[in-house]
């Protein structure tokens, strides 16, 4: 009866459109024994600010496993499966021991490594708690938040070490909000600079800085943990060369939230280090550290006590605003949570500005098919003793608008910047910054 | 163990009764590419009414698929397919224009025809937006309803034209009611008259006029369009006519809401133009109009005020009253949402007074399947320059009890309503209306 | 690439953990033709309290099957499918008349016995009364209890008739309490005697007697309907023997609930006289009377206005507690809904205080298993004229620690107690009181 090779393409032709499109399951699922989720298993997540860990045990879901977090009276956190070894009571109800916890209903009592300590109804004969272990994961608690491993033990990585863990003078604040959608679309949200000109600044009005109305100058550059990119823009007679890092597979940090530009400066650094973590296959947090100094927000704009859970002191990134206000003007999370649980990459029709998002999604793509071969992915564990370096952050040059192509000027000028970023990535931090304004300088032209 | 050919029809055979008893896909799956769902597609169907139209683009559901239906700023409505085509985002959360709709995230805008005609993010060079359409519905507002079509293009029939919404001295006035349940429980409900003693007078006391506790004397004709049936009674010395109309799939009117069959008059009309629209499988739509007028409610008992969003002006349509009322008064909206999300027809057990309800479900089986072999329906369109016409209404003429069989009387009665009806249905309204009182006159037996 | 023969039995092993366990089918599903379900339709359950229902039909649901409940204006009770024979409309919306129910949306009349008693539109000539039943369950109403049986007629077994149900100077109050879990992680809580030390004492508090977080010495005895066992303590210088019933495949009895061991006595009865039934396979109903009598609670401890609907007058039974107390404070309601919505047996490890429960669980798969095969359960129906003798209930006597192993004198005691109420089990109350008496009196070391 009707033409089924027609895919709507035409007016009024919603009819021919196909309705049925697949979630694209290699890089959505995230459960154990799933592709994406095996890939995802090999890095330490964050999985909960320290400060929501109260004297009872707390009940969360990571990859979508159900897990009881506690912190045991000596001050150690524990990651534990939710149900006892023994009947399958949740430890939710479990007593927190000096080491361990220990289950309500009867007494079977767990160190943080998943070890049974005592199973105090049984015979001292019995060989139980020799024989078997509670299904446990190594947490480690840092500057305000619980990181985990939900890998193979024999292929645990080092603990995660950025240089911006490091940085002096620097008050990392803790945040952490749930989105109900799944975890690549909060991801690729970071590697999309193109939205920032429509959502933030042209659609409903602006909700950062009017200077990012007008569409950057964009350049990727790969390195062996993702990318980094360049985001650059004419202000004034400065050029405006702003860096993002992406790691494989869930972390990325931005520039400074409130920069205009209209200062020259060198290897400014990220206001925002930060974590995608799944929950679920239809649910993640993103948890992340805001990066409080004075190099970056000079004004001290940063509202300090709006940064914690469900909450951040920047616009449009939680459920927490009136319906009518996220409806008129929507945030990064309505945008992301508006593609739906699990968006359809085969509805997409992705163009140019699109670029980062095939790019992670390639990245992903093959992370995860190396992994299946046998190929371990490489952790960000830092080396030769010194922390990852990560680029993240804003340079500010004096390069007036030229007789010849501007965007041209603009994607060369980048380019210095990043070329320097590069060279001097692995020298310790004031010598690095040193280093980077001794190259950039020369870059400016004397009005 | 147990005889697994019983079936229960027994004292306490609760046991041997099926339980897993199955749905009529055939009739019940309204989803694009279901027999059903194929088959309502070939329809114009109202899916909102214009009044809830605001500033902001509205979600709606219907027959299985998630849509965003808006008014641009020239006044257009336009529906089309929730997910932008570019990266997915709720539409939702679009930005209405002159023409069309733009998406939050990128800025892509989308006419009401689904052609792109913005992607502005893209190189000038990019020909993505002559290559793709969104997908999108011809919708079309009128008299505070807004109507779609959902079925090929191609096959787009001319906007459906009945003489009811000619009617002159008559106001239409717009209302909408959600049902939990599927679209066919709702539709079967209007080709049954014989709920009308039990439902709405025997059971639970009067809900409409106490006249209707009488059994009726039901006649059904069959139409090209569908059917309509006379509900024949007695009121004292008169009889008194009701023709309720039926047309495919899911249109039906009413006789007058507030006869009593007291006076003598001929071809009174429907106080109820109303279609079942299926948002999908288990939910519903009553979309309708209330025509108010004169003629058919000389002492003015309609209450104009109560007629709109989940609301009407009679007796027991919505979920809006309290349970113990419900429970112990139910009407017409607890009996068909009272059937569960989709009633099993192969639980029910029909009789002799079920035949509206068999010759609904056969009709439209012959349509679904006859479209499945390539035969496209009859649609309401008018023809010969004129509107469809139809019956719905009240006749009384007054014809005492005789010394033979009163139903039998009552039966022959209805017949030549019906047939004077008929005979002159291609006539405008008021030669219509003319001839129809010459043929009916002589039926009168004067005192 | 992992070693995918690990099970996680190692420190921070999570990863290698079974994530994916299977429910146990065979003894979980309740629903009609599942191995279980069939299995418990072959006993009387009670499905309601009698106080709950009131002028209207109840709905609700048993054994996965959705049902009307109601009171006829005779006074006897109902209980039918919940969608009507005809077209399917819920009974919960029917008028209840002289003997049995009528639908209100075409006024078939359905007796108790699920005969059709009318059929009002229809004509004189219809045998369609005459042709089928509605799907309808025998109901006995008994002590404020309303039970019912699901299985074959022809298999149906005399009403249960227990000795409690007949002892003089005993108050039996009806409770009833939902749970979200399946009915068997309720009912193995019953032949679970160990859990009582952990969670109700010794973990957050003592929630009945301090006496209770001694470890007990527990032994298992078989009989034909099932199980009883005895829990046995040191009281001071008095073995406190107490004996818990469990009747296949859902009933059991307690011993009391206000007891301390510390005066001698012989033969105390049960404090609950319960049955675990399955609303379906996640939900559960504990329906059972308390029993009140000044024999086991000589000091009227019980809080008789705490019992009945959703509450019962001792710890931890039901959802109605603020979550931080449920948390810290756990009873056995939390217990067996921690366990989740159906427990995994495949992720448990049962140990040698787990006797009880792998008893339960065999004597049910045995039981499941024989039913395929054709050979029906027993049921507790009495027999030679006499009710179903039990034997829940507390003995003490004055048997103080001797220079052997204590333990060994406790189990010794505790198994001459039970020999004594099994030799004497069948012979008239007073008689057996007196002749258990006898037999224990013995047993008593004086000072």
Redesign the interface.
Known sequence: ??DITRI??????????P??RPVDDELSRV???TPCGEYL?RFWHPVMMSERIGD?PLLLRVLG?DLVLFRDLSGDVGL??K?C??????L??G?VGKHGI?C????WCFAS???IME?????PR?V?KE???H????AVEYKGLVFAY????ETKPAFPRLDMMELSDNEMVPWQIHSPCNWLQVSENSMDP??T???HT???GVQFEEAWGE?PVVDFHERDLGYFYTNARRSGDNIWVRIHDHLLPNFSQNGALYERGEVVRYFGRSSLTRWVTPIDDTNTYVIAWRNLNAMDDPDRRARRDEIGWESVDFYGQSAHRPD?Q???N?GDW??WV???PI??HA????????QG?RLLRNALRKGIRD??R?IEPVRPEGSSGGPVPTFAGDTIVRVPRGTGDDRKLILETSRRVAEAYVNHQHLPDAERRAAITRDLEPLNVVA
Chains 1, 2, 3 share one sequence.
């Open positions: 009866m009707n709507g393409n035409e007016p009024f032709g919603g009819y021919y459109k309705k049925d459960g154990p024994g298993r009872r496993e534990v499966h149900h070894s023994h009947r399958g009571m949740s939710e109800f007593i220990r309500a209903y009867h007494g490594s998943g070890q199973t105090p109804g049984e015979s019995s139980l024989r078997i272990f299904g446990a994961y190594p939900f890998g193979p033990p193109y939205h000109p429509f959502l042209r659609m409903s569409l009518p996220r409806l008129s929507p309505d945008a508006g593609q739906g968006n359809s509805r997409e029709h992705l163009g140019g500005t699109d998002v992994l299946q046998g």
